[in-house]
């Protein structure tokens, strides 16, 4: 990789780093290609991706925005999964992790703020943001449903009393 090719990539870098909502940073040492494709399959499904990056471009595309603990994320072959929002690629990436022995969570950073494994694990037990707007929803509808129950309770009392009558006149 020649000078200009790696000032393009670190561009690039700088601009995943600032649009996602989180970064996981993965060891991937032994990982076949078919449990590469695999894994970029089910982050794709999510809206995630997966990179492979170099650990010295990585640095300095972070610039030492996220200190020295950030910058220690990036020891050996290293791969990480972001996505616009904080939740999806992490979410994958720890499934993933569970299933397969060669791939391994290190860390991960949100912002300024670097996470550690179990930090990264309890980012991925949050719910996405479509069961976020899901549970909303339903919050905002749950009372509609009740007033509507509400009123109608009378009529169909109403209703009911003007049936025993008539079937007792019948009767």
């Known amino acids: 990789m020649d000078r200009a090719q790696k000032q393009v990539t670190i561009e690039t870098l700088k601009g995943v780093f600032a649009d996602a909502g989180a970064v996981v940073v993965t060891h991937n040492l032994g990982l076949t290609v078919a449990e590469m494709t695999d894994l970029r399959g089910r982050l794709r499904k999510e809206g995630a991706h997966l990179r492979v990056v170099k650990n010295t471009l990585a640095q300095k595309a972070l610039d030492g925005s996220v200190g020295e603990a950030g910058d220690a994320l990036f020891t050996g072959p290293v791969a990480i999964a972001y996505a616009p929002d904080p939740v999806s690629a992490a979410k994958v990436a720890t499934q993933y992790a569970k299933e397969n022995d060669k791939f391994t969570i290190i860390g991960g950073f949100m912002g300024q703020e670097v996470l550690d494994k179990s930090a990264v694990g309890n980012l991925a037990t949050l719910p996405s943001l479509d069961q976020l707007r899901g549970k ?3 919050l905002l509808q749950a009372p509609a449903t009740k007033v509507a ?7 169909a009392q ?12 019948a009767a």
């Open 149 to 155: 129950g509400v009123l109608q309770a009378p009529a």
């Open 136 to 138: 909303i929803i339903g």
């Open 158 to 169: 109403l209703a009911r009393v003007m049936s025993a009558y008539a079937a007792k006149d």
